[in-house]
């Protein structure tokens, strides 16, 4: 092979080497890179209208912070590696691995966010540190008062003599004189009755258990309508 040959083919490969090692720098220059974060879910509510506020305490759920990258593009779940916070604290909280949790002081919404500085890119390139972030929304539902509707608990009083029934939990108090009396008790609560005769008591009808004393009737897991009868005589 003459030297112009020789010449030609060293020209073709250095024209490789160069256009190769081009492909390597670029390649290296497009580490894979987060570009953005999403939370799920996007919004959570706890609890009711119909429920105190107190009651939602301890009520949680686990977000998810999902990364998008791109060199390839890809979603990743990068919840461990977010840093997680609530601006209302006395509402929800969130802990380090994303479990978020009503604290049962405060109603109304927080805004929970997952943040991100990217110090380096996933192949270890330094930057400039970029930060990325998403939020999401919780809600507390404030009381408002209104209580669940339940069974209906009736008292009623067919003998002569006169007393009172008081209820435990209160919602029931009544005389005899007022024939008879009821309201409506949360499904699935037990009620305790105790009456207060004035004169001579002649019991209960209607009750799950009554105490050995005669004056205590219970009423186990009200889920239906129940009529109780007292009679003072």
Known sequence: M?????????????????????????????DQELVSISITPSTETFGSSKT????????????????????PPVTKDITDQVTWTSNTPDLATVNSAGVLTAT??????????????????????????????ATMTANVVCFTGAA???????????????????????????????????TTIPSGNTITLTAAPDGRFAGWEG?????????????????RDRSITVTFN
């Open 148 to 182: 669940d509707s339940g069974p209906n608990l009736a008292v009623t009083f067919p003998g002569t003599g006169s007393g009172t029934i008081t209820s435990s939990p209160l919602g029931l108090s009544c005389a005899s004189t007022a024939t008879s009396c009821n």
């Open 2 to 30: 003459n030297r112009k040959s020789l010449g030609k083919w060293f020209g073709i490969f250095g024209f490789i080497a160069a256009g190769a090692l081009l492909f390597n720098l670029s390649s290296c220059a497009r």
């Open 104 to 133: 049962g002081i405060d109603c109304g919404n927080a805004l929970i966010t997952a943040t991100v500085q990217t110090n380096h890119s996933v192949g270890g390139r330094s930057s400039s540190g970029a930060i990325i972030t």
């Open 207 to 223: 009750c799950d258990s009554v105490s050995e004393s005669g004056l205590i009737c219970t009423v186990d897991t009200l889920t």
């Open 52 to 71: 105190p506020v107190i009651d939602d305490k301890g009520l949680n759920i686990q977000l998810r912070a999902l990364g998008s990258y791109i060199h």
